[in-house]
C-alpha cells in the first residue's frame, strides 16, 4: 500500500503562482504513473494533469495547459504540479493519486490510492 501526502496549497492572488509536491512512500514509486486531480465546492473531482513512470508521456486537461506543469523525481519520491497564472476557477482541493500502471490515464478509476488533498484558494 502507499501512502501519499500532498502539500503546497494556499492563498494566492489571481495571477499568482503556487507549487504542489505530493511524496510518496510504501511502494516503488518510480515504476507507476502519477496524476494531479482537483474538486471544487459542489462539484465532481477532474482530472488535472498525469504523467508516466518515466515522465515522458503528459496529459493536461485543457483548462489549465500552458499554465500547470507537472514532473516528479523518482530518486525523492516526489510529485510536482507547478501552477502559474492562476485563476479563480483553479480553487479547490487538489489530489494526487498513483497509477494502476506505468502510463498515465485521465479518469479516477486510472489510478489506485489517494492522498488525503491540499486547499488552493485563488482569490481575485
Known amino acids: 500500500q502507499v501512502q501519499l501526502v500532498e502539500s503546497g496549497g494556499g492563498l494566492v492572488q489571481a495571477g499568482g503562482s503556487l507549487r504542489l509536491s505530493c511524496v510518496a512512500s510504501g511502494r516503488t514509486f518510480s515504476r507507476y504513473a502519477m496524476g494531479w486531480f482537483r474538486q471544487a465546492p459542489g462539484k465532481e473531482r477532474e482530472f488535472v494533469s498525469a504523467l508516466s513512470w518515466t515522465g515522458d508521456l503528459i496529459y493536461y486537461v485543457d483548462s489549465v495547459k500552458g499554465r500547470f506543469t507537472i514532473s516528479r523525481d523518482n530518486a525523492k519520491s516526489t510529485v510536482y504540479l507547478q501552477m502559474d497564472n492562476l485563476k479563480i476557477e483553479d480553487t479547490a482541493v487538489y489530489y494526487c493519486?498513483?497509477?494502476?500502471?506505468?502510463?498515465?490515464?485521465?479518469?479516477?478509476?486510472?489510478?489506485?490510492?489517494w492522498g488525503r488533498g491540499t486547499q488552493v484558494t485563488v482569490s481575485s
Open positions: 493519486a498513483v497509477g494502476r500502471g506505468v502510463l498515465p490515464g485521465t479518469l479516477a478509476s486510472d489510478f489506485g490510492s
